[in-house]
Structures are given as structure tokens and as C-alpha cells.
């Protein structure tokens, strides 16, 4: 099964992995009851970098990708991700750097 870079803090933060489409992912923390009040009085975050990514390379990919995303993936760092719109959707993006 495949893992998400924030694998080490589901874990460590006590989450209750389950397989979904090929990936290790977390579906509880402490519960769905107190999740969703946690989410209501502070904030929630959900791991998107199991979704949709574009890969390229060769000498034009940086300008191919300047052209299509909505970011400026030139700020990305090498091992970096970024959300990004592009063409109409949400797309998540590892950038080369």
C-alpha cells in the first residue's frame, strides 16, 4: 500500500488506517462525534496528496506548468507539493524545482 508524506502524523496521532484505492489512509481519529465538534469550534484538515498528480520533465516542463496551474511552481522546492487549479479543476502538483 502506498503512503502520503503525512503518514508518520496520522500515525502519531493516533488515527485508524484503513486501505483506500491503493493508499494507507486515516479514517478516524477519536471519533466521528468529536472530530466533527473539533472541526465546528476550531479547524479540520484532510490529507488531499493521495489525489490527482501531474508529472513532467524535459526542458520546457517548468513553462508547461506555468502555463496550466494557477501557482507559481517556480516557487516550489525540489520534494515540495502544491495545490493548484488548472484547467477548470483541483489538481495536486510535486514539483521537479
Given at each position: 500500500m502506498r503512503r502520503t508524506p503525512l503518514f508518520e502524523r496520522h500515525v502519531a496521532g493516533g488515527a485508524k488506517l484503513v486501505e483506500f484505492a491503493g493508499w494507507e489512509m486515516p479514517v478516524e481519529y477519536a471519533g466521528v462525534r468529536q472530530e466533527h465538534m473539533a472541526v465546528r469550534e476550531a479547524c479540520g484538515i484532510f490529507d488531499v496528496s493521495h489525489m490527482g498528480q501531474i508529472e513532467t520533465s524535459g526542458p520546457q516542463a517548468l513553462e508547461l506548468l506555468q502555463r496550466l496551474l494557477s501557482n507559481?511552481?517556480?516557487?516550489?522546492?525540489?520534494?515540495?507539493?502544491?495545490?493548484s487549479a488548472g484547467a477548470g479543476s483541483r489538481r495536486s502538483t510535486r514539483c521537479c524545482g
Amino acid at each position: 500500500m502506498r503512503r502520503t508524506p503525512l503518514f508518520e502524523r496520522h500515525v502519531a496521532g493516533g488515527a485508524k488506517l484503513v486501505e483506500f484505492a491503493g493508499w494507507e489512509m486515516p479514517v478516524e481519529y477519536a471519533g466521528v462525534r468529536q472530530e466533527h465538534m473539533a472541526v465546528r469550534e476550531a479547524c479540520g484538515i484532510f490529507d488531499v496528496s493521495h489525489m490527482g498528480q501531474i508529472e513532467t520533465s524535459g526542458p520546457q516542463a517548468l513553462e508547461l506548468l506555468q502555463r496550466l496551474l494557477s501557482n507559481d511552481v517556480s516557487a516550489i522546492l525540489w520534494g515540495e507539493a502544491s495545490s493548484s487549479a488548472g484547467a477548470g479543476s483541483r489538481r495536486s502538483t510535486r514539483c521537479c524545482g
